[in-house]
């Protein structure tokens, strides 16, 4: 989404002042340090510098928003993840998927933790389609973790015993406990040392 032209007309008639995309990403913020039920309209308008009935015309309501910002943190800060998933060997995937969780996680400028573990780990009824939605975008992570271990079991880069379930289902775990872990407080050059003891742990499918 790219800044929105002032001349275009708002679903009220009236012509948007303000960067669209601009005002998403301080949403994502939001979200991201507040989680879904945490951030309220007041604390989303406030950090996007419009008004609620802006908010509505160019974005939707609150799920709907959510949605638009979690698409932005996963071109954004979480677009290592495609980057992992296309590199040549399943051990440079993992190298760099368990990589891009620490420095996202740490992320200097923004909060600690990972947007798609924290949004809605626990939610109310309110909170339920966010929570919904997060949980299918950790599973398509997952899912696309095992379709490329499954890809690297074909090729022969992993052996032939391997389960590519498990193995995604194991790096997802310890990406997601990363997340965690820099919400409570962990630095970037600890973190990095976990990443560093689960590779070790690779060794024997070299």
């Given at each position: ?43 989303l308008?406030s ?15 609150k ?25 040549p060997?399943?051990?440079e ?114």
């Amino acid at each position: 989404m790219g800044a929105v032209d002032v001349t275009r007309k708002s679903a009220l008639g009236r012509p948007r002042s303000f960067d669209a995309d601009e005002a998403l990403g301080r949403a994502m913020v939001v979200f991201w340090e507040q989680g879904y039920e945490g951030a309220s309209l007041t604390d989303l308008t406030s950090a996007m510098g419009i008004t609620k009935t802006s908010m509505y015309a160019a974005f939707g309501n609150k799920e709907e928003l959510f949605r638009k910002a979690l698409r932005r943190y996963a071109e954004g800060p979480a677009s290592y993840v495609a980057e992992a998933l296309a590199r040549p060997t399943a051990l440079e995937v993992v190298e760099a998927f368990l990589t891009g969780a620490v420095e996202t996680s740490t992320r200097p400028g923004c909060p600690a933790g990972c947007l798609s573990v924290q949004g809605s780990l626990a939610a109310g009824e309110a909170g339920r389609p966010a929570r919904d939605v997060l949980i299918a975008w950790r599973e398509e992570c997952r899912a696309y973790l095992r379709d490329r271990f499954r890809r690297a079991v074909d090729e022969g880069d992993l052996p032939p015993d391997t389960d590519p379930e498990l193995l995604a289902r194991y790096v997802m775990t310890v990406a997601n406990g990363i997340a965690v872990q820099a919400a409570g407080g962990a630095g970037r050059d600890e973190l990095r040392q976990v990443a560093d003891l689960a590779m070790r742990n690779w060794q024997p499918v070299r």
